[in-house]
Nanobody, 120 residues
Framework: QVQLVESGGGLVQPGGSLRLSCAAS????????MNWYRQAPGKERESVAA???????NYADSVKGRFTIPRDNAKNTTYLQMYSLKPEDTAVYYC??????????????WGQGTQVTVSS
């Protein structure tokens, strides 16, 4: 069984930095795209950043230049490095990945979410 486990959320002051981690575990044959989403109170879940297995990245306009999404394929882990955080970045952050357990079975997986609060 495949799981995505996130860590690294917390309270940070405006202008501060935070790094989230997302580790995939279980029976893993391959991991395709890995993504970060976030959902603020009263708002829909939105895509924040994505990275393909080949390392190509894509970012929401609201975080370009402030967030990066490195990936360690050997550890089946992706990160969300966040700089210059703003109060509007406050949300629950979710990791998502498309993972194949073997040659035939692939599925879309989600982490449990981690709270990021940007406040003075």
């Amino acid at each position: 069984q495949v799981q995505l486990v996130e860590s690294g959320g917390g309270l940070v002051q405006p202008g501060g930095s935070l790094r989230l981690s997302c580790a995939a575990s279980g029976t893993i044959f391959s991991i395709n795209a890995m993504n970060w989403y976030r959902q603020a109170p009263g708002k829909e879940r939105e895509s924040v950043a994505a990275i393909t297995s080949g390392g190509s990245t894509n970012y929401a306009d609201s975080v370009k230049g402030r967030f990066t999404i490195p990936r360690d394929n050997a550890k089946n882990t992706t990160y969300l490095q966040m700089y210059s955080l703003k109060p509007e970045d406050t949300a629950v952050y979710y990791c998502n990945a498309f993972i194949c357990s073997d040659s035939y079975y692939c599925n879309d997986y989600w982490g449990q979410g981690t709270q990021v609060t940007v406040s003075s």
